[in-house]
């Protein structure tokens, strides 16, 4: 069965300050990886995603995260944070054919002070 | 392009009631996922639909069922409610069914607290 794990519960950071969450997934197979953000008293909404191809990718609002295979991991970096990051991210693992399913992380609160 | 619409937005029932929520994906989306988020247990995979046929189902009691129609709305339906169903319901829709793995899209959620 796929598993996610995020380091941590909660991060807190100042503004300017470099940000990374950790994120490991258990799965055997090929995986797509995805990270979400959900802002207060928003939706969910995508940062980013890993399909294929250079496992550096990028997203919006400056976020970027790295897929290490070997790690089985997909880490999420942001160089400097604002006020505005303040949200709960969420990691997520998509494997091989089982339709429609993410299997999420436990989410990190990043709280940003100004 | 509208986005995910769930409806109702909030919902407060008593145990051993029925609940159906309904959700209405991006237009062109024929995909339609549901999850269920408590502080507990997080964000968990119910079931999808796609073509009105459900694909995959998730580990939840049989009182939890879902449905597509041909405009590739979904609504779930909670049966005999118990305090623990208490939760934000989640609908996502994504565009590509061919590919397992595309991106979801979710809606805002229906609040359900049962009392």
């Known amino acids: 069965a796929q598993s996610v794990s995020q380091h941590n519960h909660h991060v807190i950071l100042s503004e300017a300050a470099s940000l990374e969450l950790g994120c490991n997934y258990s799965?055997?197979?090929?995986?797509?990886l995805f990270w979400y953000v959900q802002y207060p008293g928003q939706h969910l909404q995508l940062l980013l995603k890993?399909?294929?191809?250079?496992?550096l990718v990028k997203g919006i609002k400056g976020f970027e995260a790295e897929f290490i295979k070997s790690k089985f991991s997909f880490n999420l970096r942001k160089p400097s944070v604002q006020w505005s990051d303040t949200a709960e991210y969420f990691c997520?693992?998509?494997?091989?054919?089982?339709?429609?399913?993410?299997?999420f992380g436990q989410g990190t609160i990043l709280t940003v002070h100004p | 392009k509208a986005g995910v619409t769930q409806t109702p937005r909030y919902l407060i029932k008593t145990r051993g009631q029925q609940v159906t929520l309904s959700c209405s994906p991006i237009?062109?989306?024929?995909?339609v996922s549901w999850y269920q988020q408590t502080p507990g247990q997080g964000l968990q995979f119910l079931f999808e639909?796609?073509?009105?046929?459900?694909?995959n189902k998730g580990n939840f009691p049989g009182r939890f069922s879902g449905r597509q129609f041909s405009n590739s709305r979904s609504e779930m339906n909670v049966s005999t409610l118990e305090l623990g169903d208490s939760a934000l319901y989640l609908c996502?829709?994504?565009?590509?069914?061919?590919?397992?793995?595309?991106?979801?899209?979710f809606g805002p959620g229906t609040r359900l607290t049962v009392t």
């Open positions: 890993y399909f294929s191809g250079d496992p």
């Open positions: 996502a829709s994504s565009s590509e069914p061919g590919l397992a793995g595309a991106e979801q899209y």
């Open positions: 237009s062109g989306h024929r995909s």
């Open positions: 799965y055997g197979g090929t995986v797509n």
């Open positions: 997520a693992v998509h494997g091989g054919t089982s339709y429609g399913k993410l299997t």
């Open positions: 639909y796609f073509s009105e046929t459900q694909r």
